[in-house]
C-alpha cells in the first residue's frame, strides 16, 4: 500500500525545537566567547596595574644586588636583601639557581611559561603551591597552614574591626588556652599586625597581608623575575585583589551568567509556548466543531495512529462510511439547527457502539466515518444493520435512511505468516474504498451495508467508461430500441410490446441494458435515456401507422429517478406529441420502488398521464420491495408480475397461489395483468387459466430488433385477417 499523503499540514508538525536550540548554542557561544575575552583583559589589567608597587620594591632589590657586587660579594648582599623578608632566587642566565631564600614555589624547573611578560625586563611566574590566605566577605580567613601568622594591615584599618568582627576562622588547637585566636593586634611599619595563633610551629610567623581591611581583598601570590646584568632576580611578591577588582569580575560574571539564564528561560517560555500553542491548534484542526468529535483530518491521523500501532498488528479493522441519507431534505425542510440536533443524536448512537479501539468521526454533514475492529465481512455487515436500525428509528416522527460501506482491512503477514505492524498505512484509500461500496451499492439491497471488493473496482472503472461515452453514443444514436411482444395466453395474439434498450457501442461490442441502466440511474443521465426512448418509440410507432401496421401499445420504462419531475406528464405528452402520435400507442412503466418516494406526487403525475390518454403500468410487481399497500392508492392501470415469480424457488405450488391471488387484486381493482418472464408452457397454460391478459416472455419471444418486431406485427395482422 502506498504511503501515507500528509496529515498534519508542515506548521503544525514540526515543533520548532531545532531552531531555538542552534540560537541558544549560538548566544551561549558569543557570551562564552565574550566571557573568555572579558577575563584575560582584565586578568591583564589587575596584573598589570597591580604589580607596580611590587615592581618598584623588586627593582630596589635588584639595584642593591648589583651594587653590591652581586655574586662576588654573595654572602654580604643576600643578607641585605633577606631584609626585604621575602622568598627569592638567584638564576644564572641558564635558569639555573645561584642562591635561594625561604621556599622557591615559582615552579623553576625551566619548563614554566611566565604568566605575564614585560617588554624583557620583568616577568611573572604562577606560585605553584597557593599558600595564600583568602579573606571572603563576611571576614574569614582561610589559612591553609597552622603556623602563627603575623597579619599586616595597611591603610584604612580598624584596630576595633581587625580584632573583633573579623573573625579568623582556627580550629581550637590554634587557640590558647584562653580559647582566644588572635594573640595580639599591634601598629607596624607596613601597617596593622595581628599575631594569632596556628598549630604551626610555635612562635614561627607568616607574613599575611591586607591592602585594606574595610573592604574585601585576597592576595595572589606570583613570582617576579628582573634581569640583573646576566642574571636574574625571582622574588615572590604578592597581587593585591580588593573588592573593586572582585566587584568588577563578579558583575561580569554574574551579569554574563544572568545573560545565560534569560536566553535559556525565554528559549523555554518559547519552547512550551509553541508546543502547547501547537497542541491547541492541532486539536482544532483535527476537532468537528459540531459535534465535538474528530473531523475527516482527525478520521485520517488518530486513523491511522491506531491502525500502525504494534499493538494492532494482530487485529482486524474496517474502514467505515456510514451516511444519512436524507439529511440534506431532513435539513431542507426543517432547518440546518434540527439538522445538527438529528446529528447530535446520532453522533450519541454511534459513540455508543464504539469499542476500545475504534474510531468516530463526523467528516461531513452527513458522512460518519469509523475505524472499527473486526475480521469478519458478515458480522461486520450484521453489526452495522444493528446500527443503521438503531439509527433509522432515532426519530419518532421521521424515517431516516442510511447506508453504509465498509473495506475490510485484515492483518498483513510476513512470510512465515506472523503479523506484521502496518508500518505505513494509507486510511483514506481504505476509506475511499468504503465510499466506493456505498456508491455502488444496488438500490434494492435491504441491508443498506456494502463490503468493498475488487469486483466493485472494475464496476467503477466500467462506470467511469461508459459516463464518459454516453454523451456521445446519445448523439451517435448508437442506443438502440429493441422490441419484446406481449401475448395474449388464450388466443396467442400479439397485444402490446415492451421497448428495451440496448446498446451497440463501436468501442464495446452489444451491451446488455442491465449493465448501463443502474449507471445513468446513478449519474442521473437515465432522464435522457427515458426521453430517446420515448421519442424513438414514438416515431417508430407513427412510421409503422404510416406503412398501415395494426400497431400495439408499447411500453417505455421510465425512471424513477425521472419521477420526481413534477411536470414529468408535460413532458412525456410534449415528446410524443411533436411526433404525431396517439398517445393510446405509448404506455409508461413505472419500477415498483418509484412508489416509495413522495406518494402523492407519483399519483399526481399517474392520474395527468391518464388524463393525457397514456396507459401506466406498474413493473416488477413483486420483487424487492412490497407494495400491496400503495397499490390501492395508486391509480394504475396495469400490474406487471415480476418474473421472479416463474423462476427458481417462488415457482412451485405457493408461487401459484401469490400470483393467483395477485391476478385476483388486480382485477377486483380494474387494472390488466403482464406476467413477465415466462419461459415453458405449463405456466402459459397456469396463467390463462387465472385469466392473466398478457405474457411477456421467452416462451414467445425475446426482445428484438425493429425490423424483427415489423415481422410479427405483420404475422398477427396476417393471422387476424
Ligand atoms: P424490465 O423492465 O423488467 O425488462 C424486462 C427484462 O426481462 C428484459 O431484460 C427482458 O429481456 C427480460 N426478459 C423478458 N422475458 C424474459 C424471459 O422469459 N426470461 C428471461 N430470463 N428474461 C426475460 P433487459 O432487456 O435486459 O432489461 C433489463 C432491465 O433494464 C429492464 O427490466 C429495465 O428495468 C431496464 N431497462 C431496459 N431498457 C430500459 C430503458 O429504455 N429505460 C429504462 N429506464 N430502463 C430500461
Ligand atoms: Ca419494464
Ligand atoms: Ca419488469
Not at 555 to 560: D, E, Y
Request: charged share 25%; aromatic share 10%; with cysteine.
Amino acid at each position: 500500500m502506498a504511503k501515507t499523503t500528509q496529515r498534519i499540514p508542515k506548521k503544525l508538525k514540526k515543533p520548532h525545537v531545532v531552531g531555538p536550540i542552534i540560537v541558544f548554542l549560538l548566544l551561549a557561544g558569543i557570551t562564552t566567547g565574550i566571557m573568555f575575552a572579558l577575563f584575560s583583559m582584565l586578568g591583564l589589567y589587575t596584573t598589570t596595574s597591580k604589580i607596580t608597587e611590587e615592581y618598584e620594591r623588586l627593582s630596589y632589590m635588584a639595584r642593591l644586588y648589583e651594587q653590591g657586587g652581586g655574586q662576588s660579594n654573595a654572602e654580604s648582599v643576600y643578607k641585605l636583601l633577606d631584609e626585604a623578608e621575602r622568598d627569592y632566587i638567584i638564576l644564572d642566565k641558564d635558569g639555573k639557581v645561584l642562591h635561594q631564600t625561604g621556599e622557591n614555589t615559582s615552579g623553576n624547573d625551566g619548563n614554566m611559561a611566565p604568566l605575564f611578560s614585560g617588554n624583557g625586563e620583568v616577568m611573572l611566574y604562577e606560585d605553584t603551591v597557593s599558600d595564600y590566605v583568602h579573606v571572603t566577605l563576611d571576614g574569614e580567613v582561610e589559612i591553609p597552614y597552622f603556623r602563627l601568622f603575623r597579619m599586616v594591615l595597611r591603610n584604612h584599618y580598624d584596630t576595633e574591626i581587625v580584632g573583633e568582627d573579623i573573625s579568623i576562622s582556627v580550629s581550637n588547637e590554634s587557640t590558647d588556652e584562653n580559647g582566644k585566636a588572635i594573640e595580639e593586634v599591634r601598629d607596624g611599619e607596613n601597617g596593622m599586625e595581628v599575631y594569632f595563633y596556628s598549630s604551626g610551629e610555635d612562635g614561627e610567623l607568616a607574613n599575611v597581608r591586607f591592602s585594606d581591611m574595610d573592604s574585601f581583598s585576597f592576595f595572589l601570590p606570583v613570582w617576579m623575575e628582573i634581569p640583573v646584568g646576566e642574571q636574574f632576580l625571582r622574588a615572590k611578591v604578592y597581587v593585591i585583589i580588593n573588592l573593586g577588582d572582585f566587584a568588577m569580575l563578579s558583575v561580569t560574571v554574574v551579569a554574563l551568567a544572568t545573560l545565560l539564564v534569560i536566553i535559556f528561560i525565554v528559549l523555554i517560555v518559547y519552547l512550551i509556548v509553541g508546543v502547547t500553542r501547537r497542541k491547541r491548534i492541532l486539536k482544532l484542526y483535527i476537532t468537528d466543531q459540531s459535534t465535538e468529535s474528530y473531523n475527516w483530518q482527525g478520521y485520517l491521523l488518530k486513523g491511522e495512529q491506531l491502525l500502525r500501532k504494534g499493538s494492532s498488528a494482530r487485529k482486524s479493522f474496517a474502514a467505515v462510511n456510514l451516511v444519512f441519507i436524507n439529511y440534506r431534505n431532513y435539513c431542507m425542510c426543517h432547518s440546518v439547527e434540527e439538522g445538527d440536533a438529528v446529528t447530535d443524536k446520532i453522533m450519541e448512537v454511534l459513540r455508543s457502539y464504539m469499542g476500545k479501539r475504534e474510531i468516530l468521526a463526523h467528516s461531513a454533514p452527513a458522512d460518519y466515518s469509523m475505524v472499527l475492529t473486526g475480521e469478519d465481512p458478515d458480522h461486520m455487515k450484521m453489526r452495522l444493520t444493528s446500527i443503521i436500525l438503531q439509527l433509522e428509528k432515532i426519530d419518532p416522527d421521521h424515517v431516516f435512511h442510511f447506508q453504509a460501506g465498509v473495506d475490510m482491512i485484515p492483518v498483513r503477514k510476513n512470510k512465515n505468516d506472523k503479523p506484521v505492524k502496518r508500518k505505513e498505512f494509507n486510511l483514506e484509500e481504505a476509506y475511499n474504498n468504503a465510499c466506493t461500496a456505498r456508491d455502488t451499492m444496488s438500490d434494492n439491497d435491504g441491508s443498506g451495508v456494502a463490503i468493498f471488493d475488487e469486483k466493485l473496482v472494475e464496476d467503477r472503472i466500467w462506470a467511469d467508461k461508459v459516463q464518459e461515452k454516453q454523451q456521445q453514443a446519445l448523439f451517435n444514436e448508437e442506443f438502440e430500441v429493441y422490441y419484446q411482444p406481449k401475448y395474449d395466453p388464450v388466443t396467442n395474439k400479439l397485444k402490446g410490446a415492451e421497448a428495451l434498450i440496448r446498446w451497440q457501442s463501436p468501442d464495446y461490442g452489444f451491451v446488455s441494458p442491465g449493465r448501463i441502466i443502474p449507471i445513468f440511474e446513478k449519474n442521473g443521465f437515465i432522464t435522457e435515456i427515458d426521453h430517446y426512448m420515448i421519442t424513438h418509440v414514438a416515431r417508430d410507432q407513427k412510421r409503422w401507422l404510416e406503412r398501415g401496421f395494426t400497431c400495439v401499445p408499447v411500453s417505455v420504462n421510465v425512471s424513477r429517478a425521472h419521477f420526481i419531475e413534477s411536470d414529468l406528464a408535460e413532458q412525456i405528452r410534449d415528446m410524443v406529441d411533436e411526433v404525431g402520435t396517439p398517445h393510446e400507442l405509448v404506455e409508461i412503466e413505472l419500477t415498483e420502488s418509484a412508489f416509495f418516494d413522495d406518494k402523492n406526487a407519483i399519483i399526481k403525475t399517474i392520474n395527468k398521464l391518464k388524463s393525457y390518454g397514456f396507459t401506466v403500468s406498474m413493473d416488477d410487481f413483486g420483487s424487492g420491495y412490497s407494495s400491496l399497500n400503495s397499490l390501492k392508492d395508486m391509480p394504475l392501470d396495469v400490474l406487471k408480475l415480476d418474473a421472479e415469480f416463474f423462476r427458481g424457488e417462488d415457482a412451485g405450488e405457493r408461487g401459484e397461489i401469490v400470483v393467483k391471488e395477485a391476478i385476483r387484486l388486480a382485477k377486483s381493482l380494474n387494472m390488466r395483468t403482464v406476467a413477465e418472464g415466462v419461459e415453458v408452457k405449463e405456466q402459459v397454460d397456469f396463467l390463462a387459466e387465472q385469466g392473466c391478459d398478457m405474457i411477456q416472455g421467452y416462451y414467445f419471444a425475446k426482445p428484438m430488433p425493429k425490423l424483427d418486431y415489423e415481422e410479427r406485427m405483420k404475422k398477427n395482422q396476417e393471422e387476424q385477417s
